[in-house]
């Protein structure tokens, strides 16, 4: 699937050695205390490929997702904190110059679904605790991004009536 995605079209034997110079980096800058010619113990041989082997605590995507869940029954300013760290996580677009390849197309999007919800979380927050101005610039951007969102329109809508711009809010 990698030699597909990253080499469509190049002939396979050139795109395998290609592919072994890349991961090959990877396990160094993965684990650079690691011996050369030593086993890796992160990206591991898996039959005709390789696997990831990392506990979730270490990987962004899993981290990112649970905070966003946690975040959902905590307070207003202790889901502030969890969604700011969740969102600090976040580094460009999901599985990179990957995010197109047929692999992994869902997961970018679920993922960048659960961004939206988190920003949109975050929003909420803020304006729960009194802050709406703080608000207003991300609940703009993401109702232009998905101008049907009711309830992000209603939330855009409280936040600009919070910070006494009332004329903006009847437009939103």
Excluded: I
């Amino acid at each position: 699937a990698l030699l597909e995605a990253a080499w469509e079209g190049a002939p396979r034997e050139l795109a395998a050695r290609s592919l072994a110079v890349r991961v090959a980096n990877l396990r160094a800058f993965l684990e650079p205390g690691r011996d050369r010619g030593a086993p890796s113990s992160l990206l591991v041989r898996d039959g005709s490929g390789y696997r990831l082997e990392a506990a979730p605590e270490e990987v962004d995507a899993q981290c990112f997702e649970r905070c966003v869940r946690a975040a959902a029954a905590l307070p207003a300013a202790a889901a502030l904190d969890a969604l700011d760290d969740a969102l600090a996580l976040w580094r460009g677009t999901p599985f990179g110059d990957f995010a197109d390849a047929e692999f992994a197309r869902e997961e970018v999007r679920r993922l960048e679904a659960l961004r939206s919800q988190a920003e949109e979380a975050r929003a909420r927050a803020l304006l729960e605790l009194g802050r709406p101005l703080e608000a207003v610039d991300d609940l703009r951007r993401l109702t232009a991004s998905d101008p049907l969102r009711e309830e992000l329109v209603r939330t855009l809508m409280l936040a600009l009536y919070a910070a006494g711009r009332q004329v903006e809010a009847l437009a939103a």
